[in-house]
C-alpha cells in the first residue's frame, strides 16, 4: 500500500496546490468576497507561475541536498542527458501544454486531455515494456477516465469546449504527463527521487529562462513580497511534495496503477472547491468521483506486485 499512499498524496498535494494558487491569485470582487476565505488577488500570469514555481522548488531541493545530503547531488556526466530531457518533457513542458490547452479550450477540457495519460501509459507498459495485462488494468483504466470525465462535467453535454488546436495541445499534455510517469518507472531504480525532481526541476528552470527571454521576469516577478510568499508555498505543495511522492510511488508500484491513482487530483479538487469556494457539486461529480476511488481499489486486484515490478540496477 506504499505506492498507492504516496500516489494518493501526490494527487491531494496536485489537488489542493491548485486550489491553494486559485485562492491566492483569483481578483477580490462582490462573488469572491463571499467565499470561506476570500482571496488575496495576488497577480500573476499563469505561465509566470509555473516558472517561478519551477525555479523556487529547484531551489528548496538543491539547497536541501547540499545541507543533507551531498551524495544526492552527484550524477555521472552520462546521466545528465536524461535528466535535462526528463525536466524539459516530463516536468516543464507538461504545464506549458497544460496551460496552453486551457487557453484554448477550458479547464474542464484540459483536465480531461491530460488525465488520458491512464491510458497511453497502460499501452505502453503492456506493448513495449511487457507488464503483465490483467483484467484489472484496462478496467481500472476505463473508470478513471470515465470517472475524472464525470466529475469535469464532460458528459454532461456542456462541460467541453473543443478545437483542433485545443485537442492538439491536450493530447500533446496527455503524452508529456504518461511519458513522465514511464520516465519516473525507469529512472525510480537508478536515482533516489530526490536526485531525479532536482536535477528535472534545474532543466525544467533552464528551459524557462529560454522561453522567457532570460531570468529577468522571473525575479521581477517575484520582487513582490506577497508574490514571492505565495508562489514558495505553492512552489513546496503543488511541487517538491508531491512530485516526489509520485516518483518514489513509481518505485512501487506500477505506472498504469500510479498514473490511475493520479486522478484522485480533479476527485479532490472538486470536492475542495465546493466547500471553500462554493463551487457546484451535483450527483453526477459525486458518482465520478465514486468511479475513480473504485478504480483505485480494482487496480489493486492482481496476485502479485513485486513479480512485476521492472528489476532494480
Not at 489537488?15 to 470582487?29: I, S, V
Not at 511522492?245 to 518505485?251: N, Q, R, S, T, V
Request: aromatic fraction near 12%; glycine fraction near 10%; hydrophobic fraction near 55%.
Amino acid at each position: 500500500m506504499t505506492g498507492y499512499g504516496l500516489a494518493g498524496l501526490a494527487a491531494a498535494c496536485w489537488a489542493t496546490g491548485g486550489l491553494a494558487a486559485k485562492w491566492l491569485f483569483t481578483p477580490l470582487n462582490a462573488a469572491t468576497s463571499l467565499w470561506p476565505f476570500p482571496p488575496l488577488g495576488i497577480e500573476i500570469d499563469p505561465v509566470m507561475l509555473s516558472a517561478c514555481r519551477a525555479l523556487l522548488a529547484f531551489g528548496m531541493l538543491f539547497t536541501y541536498l547540499l545541507v543533507t545530503r551531498r551524495d544526492a547531488l552527484r550524477v555521472k556526466a552520462k546521466e545528465l542527458p536524461f535528466l535535462l530531457f526528463f525536466g524539459v518533457a516530463g516536468l516543464a513542458l507538461v504545464h506549458f501544454t497544460y496551460f496552453k490547452t486551457i487557453s484554448l479550450t477550458n479547464v474542464a477540457t484540459a483536465i480531461l486531455l491530460e488525465y488520458l495519460a491512464p491510458v497511453l501509459v497502460l499501452v505502453v507498459s503492456v506493448t513495449v515494456l511487457r507488464d503483465r495485462l490483467t483484467w484489472s488494468l484496462p478496467a481500472s483504466v476505463a473508470m478513471s477516465v470515465t470517472g475524472c470525465a464525470l466529475v469535469v462535467g464532460a458528459l454532461g453535454g456542456t462541460g467541453l469546449k473543443v478545437s483542433m488546436a485545443g485537442l492538439s495541445w491536450g493530447l500533446a499534455s496527455a503524452v508529456l504527463f504518461a511519458g513522465y510517469t514511464l520516465m519516473g518507472r525507469w529512472a525510480a531504480h537508478r536515482f533516489s527521487s530526490w536526485t531525479l525532481l532536482t536535477y528535472g526541476l534545474g532543466a525544467a528552470t533552464l528551459f524557462w529562462f529560454v522561453v522567457l527571454g532570460g531570468p529577468g521576469p522571473i525575479f521581477t516577478a517575484l520582487g513582490n513580497p506577497r508574490t514571492l510568499a505565495a508562489v514558495t508555498f505553492i512552489a513546496f505543495t503543488s511541487t517538491v511534495v508531491p512530485f516526489g511522492a509520485f516518483l518514489k510511488a513509481l518505485g512501487h508500484i506500477r505506472a498504469t496503477e500510479a498514473s490511475v491513482t493520479a486522478t484522485l487530483e480533479p476527485v479532490l479538487a472538486a470536492v475542495l472547491a465546493w466547500f471553500l469556494f462554493r463551487e457546484s457539486l451535483g450527483t453526477v461529480q459525486v458518482l465520478g468521483g465514486l468511479l475513480v476511488i473504485g478504480a483505485i481499489v480494482v487496480s489493486q486486484m492482481r496476485p502479485s506486485v513485486a513479480s512485476e515490478l521492472p528489476p532494480a540496477t
